[in-house]
């Protein structure tokens, strides 16, 4: 029989799948905008990664672990584990010698610190302000009308960035509006925001410390310009993983539900 | 004589035209952008149906967080010291006054001659402030009068967990995605910004009379939420509560 275990990732933000196999190779990935209720994402995500198996039906699917801020709205879940454990799972299978994931989402912030063996050592989680998290970015880039990929290219132009006096997205987005039109040059705002966003994570990171290797995953380690600053700050190369930073959490979902099912079949 | 106030905030421009100590003109416009014209504007479309013009006024104040970026020839007053004249204008009795403004909220104690005495800001958090209003709002599809009268006539309030504006605009989106009934979403929120009023009032020693100035005073629901955390009511102004501070800059170019 083939095996099938999905993992599904609910963010606030965006939804991701992972289907992995009996090698835990990874047979199909997506990750989608969120639509308005949890359920609408799973079934725009299955309806995605399913056709790319050459399977039409979900019961085929061998277990499915779900997490993310919309994990209890799974219906398919044999499971639901904490994206901590998931970020972890993920994060070690692909890079054994990270310590330390720093993953940013779209609407939080964690720092989760692995022992050698992959298990959770300590985490620290911001979810209580959106400065610092993807949402930040997003606010900051539509104020500038830029996309969320440009705000992190053109900082890397930057010569001289000011800096921003406000942690509050909201004060930020009117003190980046006074900026603009104050005449200060685009990329320059564009890497004062960066360096803002990056200063913050690493506020948030020194709480719980950090150990090499250090890697960055969710939607903003695309971001070269928060990335390159966060290296900057703490004056080391981060590592990188080789597939897309967004999926490790639910690639670490499917990883989970593969060993969960071979536990239940061990006891069976 | 004729004097003026314009209070340049970080949301709204505010101006009073004042004859001999009593209101004869005012003016409300959003600050869209550039705080520099606007509040010209505001003073110009606030003499504009007396027939005046700017250069009849004798005296003018300003106030706000924008007061500096205004092209008018005026002296500059803080707002805490603008409101607490304001409101001491009014009811001399109050000596604990919340000032809830487009970003920055403000307990602020006053002493029987409308002196300040202590306050307590809230600069680097927009929570609970107009703005936060303003978005959930926004999300909830109404406009700010419309969200006060929803939420006063609500039953049963939904409680809003977030304090952050940001990520309480997107508990709204999610639970008007839910299907849950926007007046009681309103309430919920209205009632979480009287919360975190009643949070601030706490850090200065609370004395009575209590007044509320600012535009999110209008909202009845935040109003009677704070009122029932007090156990005690808050003074009603005569006037829109947004137009204390500006009220408060033109009674101080009166004096000048």
């Keep these: 029989m083939v095996t099938y275990y999905l993992g599904i990732d609910i963010g606030s933000l965006t939804g991701k799948a992972v289907i992995i196999d009996e090698e835990e190779k990874i047979l199909a990935q997506k990750v989608i905008y969120v639509k308005k209720l949890p359920i609408e994402t799973v079934n725009a995500l299955l309806q995605d990664v399913l056709p790319k198996l050459g399977i039409d039906d979900i019961a085929k699917v061998t277990h499915c672990v779900g997490t993310g801020y919309g994990r209890r709205k799974i219906p398919l879940a044999n499971e639901t584990i904490s994206e901590i454990t998931c970020h972890g799972t993920g994060a070690h299978h692909l890079l054994p010698s990270i310590r330390t994931v720093i993953d940013i989402g779209g609407q939080d912030c964690k720092v989760i610190r692995l022992h050698e063996n992959g298990n959770l050592k300590n985490f620290i989680m911001n979810e209580k302000c959106a400065a610092g998290t993807g949402r930040y970015l997003e606010i900051m880039a539509k104020t500038m009308n830029l996309t969320l990929d440009e705000l992190g290219t053109i900082s890397l132009k930057a010569k001289s960035p000011p800096s921003l006096a406000s942690k509050c997205s909201i004060y930020a987005r009117l003190e980046v509006s006074q900026l603009i039109s104050d005449g200060i040059k685009m990329p320059a705002l564009a890497a004062a925001i960066n360096k803002a966003m990056a200063e913050r994570v690493i506020n948030l990171a020194e709480k719980v410390g950090l150990e090499e290797d250090i890697a960055v995953s969710g939607g903003v380690a695309k971001n070269i310009g928060v990335v390159t600053n966060m290296e900057r700050i703490l004056n080391v190369k981060f590592k990188q993983f080789p597939v897309d930073p967004q999926i490790i959490g639910a690639l670490g979902a499917a990883l989970i539900a593969r060993k969960a099912y071979k536990k239940k079949l061990e006891k069976s | ?256």
């Design chain 2, 1 to 256: 004589m004729l004097a003026a106030g314009i209070d340049v905030g970080s949301g709204y421009c505010k101006c009073i035209i004042l004859k001999d100590k009593e209101i004869v003109g005012k003016m409300l416009y959003p600050i869209e952008g550039d705080p520099l014209h606007i509040s010209k504007k505001a003073l110009i479309d606030a003499l504009n149906p007396l027939q005046l013009k700017i250069k009849q006024v004798k005296n003018i104040v300003s106030t706000g967080r924008n007061r500096k970026k205004i092209p008018i020839n005026c002296e500059e007053r803080t707002e805490l010291i603008c409101i607490a004249k304001g409101v001491h204008q009014f009811f001399p009795s109050v000596r604990t006054i919340i000032d809830i403004g487009a970003i920055t909220n403000k307990a602020i104690k006053i002493n029987d001659t409308g002196k300040v005495m202590e306050y307590v800001i809230n600069d680097k958090c927009a929570s609970g402030s107009g703005m936060f209003l303003e978005l959930v709002a926004k999300a909830l599809e109404m406009n700010i009068s419309e969200l006060g009268k929803r939420a006063i006539s609500s039953k049963n309030p939904i409680s809003i967990t977030n304090q952050c504006s940001i990520f309480a605009e997107s508990e709204v989106i999610y639970l008007v995605n839910e299907g849950k009934d926007g007046g009681d979403i309103a309430a919920g929120v209205c009632n979480s910004i009287a919360g975190q009023l009643y949070s601030l009032l706490k850090r200065v020693l609370l004395e009575k009379d209590v007044a509320l100035s600012g535009g999110v005073a209008n909202n009845e629901q935040i109003k009677q939420n704070l009122e029932e955390r007090l156990n005690f009511p808050i003074k009603n102004f005569p006037i829109d509560p947004s137009y204390i501070a500006a009220y408060g800059a033109a009674l101080i170019a009166n004096e000048l």
